[in-house]
């Protein structure tokens, strides 16, 4: 009997499930029916439940040196604050966004009210060089990417 590729995985992840002791019933009978009737996923499921054994069997170890994380020093009030300052911060941009657009008034937004998009500042050939962009090829103000001529 041939299963899929994807069929096996689910399989496999059931197995660790499993182990775990995180599977329902129907669904831990649907994997040893598998089991019993898939030679790879049957050996799979033997070799990880003699590792997870062995795993679980094992006496911890100490670590050579000592560590401590840092403690984080907050108080209560600052959780709370922060909260505020971010709905605050979120309700004054969206106010602003819906009143640049109109939907503040009962008016549609006109086409003069909307300011004309700025274009981005021309760079030096220096500060073309010092972020890599001298080496791309260039473009016209359309945006095509304008080739060097090359005599034959």
Do not use: K, N, Y
């Amino acid at each position: 009997m041939s299963f899929s590729a994807t069929e096996c995985a689910r399989v496999r992840e059931s197995i660790s499930a499993q182990l775990d002791g995180e599977l329902r019933e129907h669904e831990l009978d649907s994997l040893e029916m598998h089991v019993s009737v898939c030679p790879a996923c049957s050996a799979w499921a033997e070799e990880v439940q003699d590792l997870t054994h062995r795993l679980r069997e094992a006496q911890l170890a100490e670590p050579a040196i000592g560590f401590a994380l840092p403690r984080r020093r907050r108080t209560r009030a600052s959780a709370p604050v922060a909260l505020v300052a971010a709905a605050a911060a979120s309700f004054v941009a969206v106010l602003s966004a819906s009143h640049s657009l109109g939907l503040g008034s009962g008016q549609p937004a006109r086409s003069s009210d909307v300011s004309p998009q700025v274009s981005a500042p021309v760079l030096t050939g220096l500060e073309e060089q010092r972020l890599g962009l001298d080496s791309l090829p260039a473009r016209s103000p359309a945006g095509v990417v304008l080739r060097p001529f090359r005599a034959l």
